[in-house]
């Protein structure tokens, strides 16, 4: 049985089925149908929904739910997004598990609203000062948008950060088919909650995460967005500030093969890889299916997770392959992250940023 | 920390840390009249979240055995909403200076109209002293600062009437030296609003010297401002946190969205995509004469797929669908080349030409003669409504020119298409199945 539905309602089912209980967000196309749906529906699971004056508010509402018990989600696009920036941060800092859809559109600024874009894969790896790792998943379908947004969830609580949904106004907005068995159901872990006697934060061993400390249980508990020692006192003591900053780039980056999701489609005597993500993969996967019934060898790599790097996948796909070619909705910013692993192939880019999609014609064309 | 069982009477909720304050800082006194005031009120302490913002006073909650969030600067009062939203039992206490009033503004005033219960302490001392001495949303005007060596040229912020004028449930204005201060605390951590507590004091770091202020001239001041000190507003509209959970009670337990799927009834002849593409104008019901006619694909056992583009004005100009029916998942919802158009009106006409101009022969055109001059090797089929049994209202006219294209085109049963219009019972789709048997029969 199918049905004919888009990514944003997939996202909010995937949400309020992985547990969310708070929302908060501001209007903007193309992620403007979440808020307005979670504005409905997370009433009905006793669940907080709320439109901010700003997006700052929204995230910072968010932060503060999640330290009083909220499993939280916010939803935006490129403006957006530029003003979550400081909270981000503070979300790292703090180890907020946290789950922000960025629902892609062509920037920058204003820019082409509302046309596709994917111009925010490495702002959304490196969108707040500091520069600390985070998590993004793509979704390529909304089966997917349904199944990652539940992912999320999962690795928030997991790894306690900012988890990213990069999806775009192709997916969020097109209404499509979808063959309800294809709605994926990943596990979403529930909240462990730290008990009364240890100290909000632990650094040792750095890849751990501890269990996080919420208000208004039987003990105190501090948070700070200020480096801090394990009972989040403010410090600038060297040893325990680069204790902390190891504790937050190794419990991600330690952690990169727990979280590295991705499609391998890889064909035996294939020299080209397609790589791509998003939308974009929808176009390659027709594209495939073209040119095997036209006799060509071509493998596929699908980039569910974008952050930390699918380095093993990406690796794994390379093994025989002479060329690969990236496509994207931007000027090539993911190429550099394959270009640094595929040492003997050559790697191109098949980029649009004109407000329109990649064709299958144009992954076709691609193969030489 | 605190064992998780019995609670004894508190005789501090302070911590052993000293305060970090210069000499003659206002912030002595204002926490040890908020100690005095939660002391009185006996809170548990896990019940009690200071949330601190940025500046010398963003270091007090460190000097407190209460929950602490210190977080960025000017959005304490976003933080502590999320904390009242998700826990209305909890006590949340914002400690704010002048600085956060500015850069937070826009979170002061709409949590002040939103009436959230949040106790909000202004350290107002009119200056940025932990960076420097710098002027802020409150410096009086003529007053020397860091980045006002001439006298500032701005007029302060009346902080107290913003508030006032926006919602909040309970204003009070004083200083550091008034010694009901703790009690003013204590009635502002007991009325369940937004209240909002602006106290003035001292920077002996900058403003002091810069200005020769002193207690004395924090009186004086205030007369020159015309403002009043005291308690200068309460009123009593419902809390938001309440609110929200009040207006949400009928609602809790209804169930939440699943999926809706639509079993096939019909059979499609269909062996390729095809790609229809219906270009009309805002308040046409184009988009939802589309809907219908993907779900009609759906019911066929086809895969469907609908991409809408319509301008920001949402009821003037274009509106065009594209729509695709596959008996294969669709993967791609780009269309070059549509199989077959539908043209409704100008406006729709003005955006496809592209469309338009890559059609061949053996492809399909239907058009209103309102549509205007049309470009295209494409097959062109004038639609007249005059030939349609019922009278058609404007709402009408899309699903009409749908209705006889897909008849036409062979691609989904007409039946599919009726009852698809019947999937949503109501008296739109009664509308709907007549205009599609008018166009049919």
């Excluded at chain 2, 600085?99 to 009436?115: D, E, K, P, V």
Aim: glycine fraction near 10%; include cysteine.
């Amino acid at each position: 049985m199918r049905e004919f539905t888009d990514g944003s309602t997939a996202i909010v089912r995937g949400a309020l089925d992985g547990g969310c209980n708070f929302f908060a967000g501001y209007p903007i196309t193309p992620a403007s149908p979440i808020l307005m749906q979670m504005m409905r529906e997370l009433p009905k699971a006793s669940g907080v929904a709320v439109q901010g004056e700003d997006e700052i508010s929204s995230i910072g509402m968010c932060i503060g739910a999640t330290l009083a018990g909220a499993r939280a989600m916010t939803a935006t696009s490129g403006p957006g997004l530029s003003l979550y920036s400081e909270n981000i941060g503070l979300a790292i800092i703090g180890e907020v598990p946290l789950v922000i859809v960025d629902v892609q559109r062509l920037g920058p600024a204003t820019g082409g609203a509302t046309t596709v874009g994917q111009g925010d894969v490495q702002f959304v790896r490196w969108g707040t000062a500091g520069g600390y790792p985070i998590i993004a998943l793509a979704p390529s379908s909304v089966a997917e948008c349904y199944a990652l947004t539940r992912r999320a969830f999962d690795l928030a609580e997991r790894f306690r950060c900012p988890v990213f949904l990069l999806t775009d106004k192709e997916l969020n907005m097109t209404t499509t088919t979808v063959e309800v068995d294809d709605y994926e159901k990943p596990e979403v872990r529930r909240r462990s909650v730290l008990p009364a006697s240890e100290p909000p934060y632990r650094y040792l061993p750095a890849a751990d995460v501890p269990p996080l400390a919420q208000y208004g249980g039987d003990g105190l508990v501090r948070f700070t967005g200020s480096t801090h020692d394990e009972r989040a006192i403010i410090t600038k003591a060297p040893a325990k500030v680069a204790q902390l900053n190891e504790h937050l780039r190794a419990k991600i980056e330690d952690h990169a093969d727990e979280i590295e999701l991705t499609v391998a489609d890889l064909q035996r005597g294939a020299t080209t890889l397609f790589v791509s993500y998003g939308v974009t993969a929808g176009a390659m996967r027709e594209a495939v299916t073209s040119l095997r019934a036209a006799g060509k060898a071509v493998s596929a790599l699908t980039l569910q997770s974008l952050w930390p790097v699918p380095e093993r996948a990406i690796r794994e796909a390379l093994t025989g392959i002479t060329r690969v070619v990236v496509a994207e909705l931007n000027h090539g910013q993911y190429r550099r992250e394959v270009e640094r692993l595929a040492k003997a192939a050559e790697v191109v880019g098949l980029n649009r940023v004109d407000g329109e999609l990649i064709s299958p014609e144009a992954f076709e064309e691609a193969v030489r | 920390m605190i064992p998780p069982t019995t609670i004894t009477a508190l005789s501090t909720y302070r911590n052993d840390t000293p305060y970090p304050f210069c000499p003659g800082c206002g912030h002595h006194a204002i926490l040890d009249h908020l100690n005095a005031a939660l002391v009185s009120q006996q809170l548990d302490p896990r019940q009690v979240v200071l949330v601190s913002d940025i500046g010398c006073s963003g270091l007090s909650d460190q000097y407190f055995a209460t929950s602490a969030f210190h977080g960025l600067h000017g959005r304490s009062i976003t933080y502590a909403t999320g904390i009242k939203l998700a826990r209305p039992d909890l006590k949340v206490i914002v400690i704010m200076g002048d600085g956060g009033t500015g850069i937070g503004g826009a979170h002061l005033l709409n949590a002040a109209r939103r009436n959230i219960g949040l106790t909000v302490l202004v350290f107002n001392n009119f200056n940025f002293g932990m960076t420097g001495g710098q002027h802020s949303t409150t410096t009086p005007a003529g007053a020397i600062t860091a980045t006002t060596p001439g006298g500032n040229l701005e007029r302060p912020l009346d902080i107290c009437a913003t508030v006032a004028a926006n919602g909040a449930g309970y204003v009070w204005r004083g200083t550091s030296f008034d010694k009901d201060l703790s009690e003013r605390m204590a009635e502002a951590l007991r009325s369940e609003c937004f209240a909002l507590l602006d106290i003035w004091e001292l920077c002996t770091a900058y403003y002091v010297p810069s200005n020769h202020s002193s207690r004395k001239t924090l009186a004086t001041t205030l007369d020159e401002l015309g403002m009043k000190a005291g308690l200068l507003h309460r009123a009593s509209y419902p809390e938001y946190a309440a609110a929200y959970r009040d207006a949400s009670a009928p609602l809790r337990g209804k169930p939440l969205p699943a999926p809706r799927p639509i079993a096939p009834r019909f059979a499609s002849p269909l062996d390729r995509p095809f790609r229809l593409v219906i270009a009309g104008s805002a308040g046409g019901k184009v988009r939802s004469a589309a809907k219908l006619a993907g779900e009609a694909a759906l019911l066929s056992g086809l895969w469907a797929a609908q991409r809408d583009d319509y301008p920001i004005t949402v009821k003037t100009g274009h509106s065009i669908a594209e729509l695709i029916f596959s008996p294969r998942e669709i993967d791609y919802t780009g269309i070059t080349r549509p199989d077959a158009m539908i043209l409704l009106s100008r406006d729709g006409v003005s955006k496809v030409g592209r469309q338009l101009a890559a059609m061949r022969p053996e492809d399909r055109v239907f058009a209103l003669p309102d549509a205007g001059e049309i470009k295209t090797k494409a097959t062109v089929r004038v639609i007249d409504l005059a030939t349609s049994p019922m009278r058609l209202g404007s709402g009408q006219v899309a699903l009409y020119s749908v209705a006889l294209a897909l008849k036409e085109l062979g691609v989904i049963p007409v039946e599919a298409l009726e009852a698809a219009a019947t999937l949503r019972p109501g008296e739109l789709a009664t509308d709907n199945a007549k205009t599609i048997h008018a166009a049919t029969a």
